[in-house]
C-alpha cells in the first residue's frame, strides 16, 4: 500500500502542483483547504505525513500541527510564505519535521518527503499501534503516562477519574452497573455508598464537556462508542 499524504492547502494552484508530482512518485493524496477538512481526515483515515500550509481560514497551521502532535508523532512538513526566523522556529517548536518557505521547487519538496518518509518511519511507530494507547472516538488516554486527552485537549484528571474513564474506555458501550464500578474503581473493602459512582460521573462530565459517558438508567453507566 502506497504511503499517504494529506495536503492541506488552500492554493488551488499549489493544491494541483504538489498533488500532480506527489503522485507522480506513487503517493496516494488527499487534498484539504482548511485545517478543520484535515482534523476530519485524522479522524476517520489518518495520513502517513502532513503537507500543511500555515496561513488557512478558520483554524490556521501552527493550531492545526499542535492539535496532530497532541495524538501522534506522524511526520508533518509546513509549507509557509512566512519566511522570517521566528515563524519558522515556532513551527518546528510546535512539532513541525521540515519547514519549506514559499516560494518552493516541486522537486525540492520530494526529497524531503521521501528524506523524511526514510528517516521516520523504521523509528516512529504511529501511536495507533502503540500498546499505551487507547482511543475510543475523541476520547485519548496515554496509559502509561495517565495522561487523557478529550477532542484533542488535555485535562487534568484525579485518580479515580482516570481509573473510570479508563476502564469505561477499555469496554466501549459496555453497561456496567453501580456496584460494578464501585467494585472496580473503589475496590472490594470500599464501604460507602454506590452515589460515589454518580458524584464522580458528574464530575468528568462537567471537566468534559460533550463526553459520551450515558446513564443507563436504573443500573449504571457506559462510555458510547460511535459504531464504525
Same mark, same amino acid.
Given at each position: 500500500?502506497?504511503?499517504?499524504?494529506?495536503?492541506?492547502?488552500?492554493?488551488?494552484?499549489?493544491?494541483n502542483i504538489v498533488s500532480a508530482y506527489l503522485r507522480k512518485e506513487g503517493y496516494e493524496?488527499?487534498?484539504?483547504?482548511?485545517?478543520?477538512?484535515?482534523?476530519?481526515?485524522?479522524?476517520?483515515?489518518?495520513?502517513?505525513?502532513?503537507?500543511?500550509?500555515?496561513?488557512?481560514?478558520?483554524?490556521?497551521?501552527?493550531?492545526?500541527?499542535?492539535?496532530?502532535?497532541?495524538?501522534?508523532?506522524?511526520?508533518?512538513?509546513?509549507?509557509?510564505?512566512?519566511?522570517?526566523?521566528i515563524d519558522k522556529i515556532l513551527g518546528l517548536e510546535l512539532g513541525g519535521d521540515d519547514?519549506?518557505?514559499?516560494?518552493?521547487?516541486?522537486?525540492? =519538496?520530494?526529497?524531503?518527503?521521501? !528524506?523524511? &518518509?526514510? /528517516?521516520?518511519?523504521?523509528?516512529? #511507530?504511529?501511536?495507533?499501534? $502503540?500498546?499505551?494507547?487507547?482511543?475510543?472516538?475523541?476520547?485519548?488516554?496515554?496509559?502509561?503516562?495517565?495522561?487523557?486527552?478529550?477532542?484533542?485537549?488535555?485535562?487534568?484528571?484525579?485518580?479515580?477519574?482516570?481509573?473510570?474513564?479508563?476502564? =469505561?474506555?477499555?469496554?466501549?458501550? !459496555?453497561? &456496567?452497573? /453501580?456496584?460494578?464500578?464501585?467494585? #472496580?474503581?473503589?475496590?472490594? $473493602?470500599?464501604?460507602?455508598?454506590?452515589?460515589?459512582?454518580?458524584?464522580?460521573?458528574k464530575r468528568i462530565r462537567k471537566k468534559m464537556d460533550n463526553i459520551p459517558l450515558e446513564?443507563?438508567?436504573?443500573?449504571?453507566?457506559?462510555?458510547?462508542?460511535?459504531?464504525?
Open positions: 500500500m502506497n504511503n499517504h499524504i494529506g495536503l492541506v492547502e488552500d492554493d488551488v494552484n499549489i493544491q493524496v488527499t487534498i484539504m483547504d482548511s485545517a478543520e477538512k484535515g482534523w476530519e481526515l485524522w479522524e476517520n483515515n489518518p495520513p502517513d505525513m502532513w503537507v500543511l500550509d500555515i496561513m488557512l481560514p478558520g483554524m490556521d497551521g501552527y493550531e492545526f500541527c499542535k492539535k496532530i502532535r497532541n495524538e501522534s508523532d506522524v511526520p508533518i512538513i509546513i509549507i509557509s510564505a512566512k519566511d522570517e526566523e519547514y519549506l518557505t514559499k516560494p518552493f521547487s516541486p522537486r525540492e =519538496l520530494i526529497a524531503r518527503v521521501k !528524506r523524511l &518518509f526514510k /528517516r521516520t518511519l523504521p523509528s516512529k #511507530k504511529p501511536r495507533e499501534l $502503540d500498546e499505551d494507547r487507547l482511543k475510543v472516538d475523541h476520547l485519548l488516554i496515554y496509559k502509561n503516562d495517565r495522561r487523557i486527552f478529550f477532542e484533542g485537549k488535555e485535562y487534568e484528571v484525579t485518580t479515580k477519574e482516570y481509573d473510570m474513564l479508563l476502564l =469505561l474506555g477499555e469496554n466501549p458501550n !459496555r453497561a &456496567f452497573s /453501580r456496584e460494578e464500578l464501585l467494585m #472496580k474503581i473503589w475496590g472490594n $473493602d470500599y464501604f460507602g455508598s454506590d452515589r460515589a459512582v454518580d458524584d464522580l460521573i446513564t443507563v438508567w436504573g443500573f449504571g453507566y457506559r462510555l458510547r462508542k460511535d459504531e464504525d
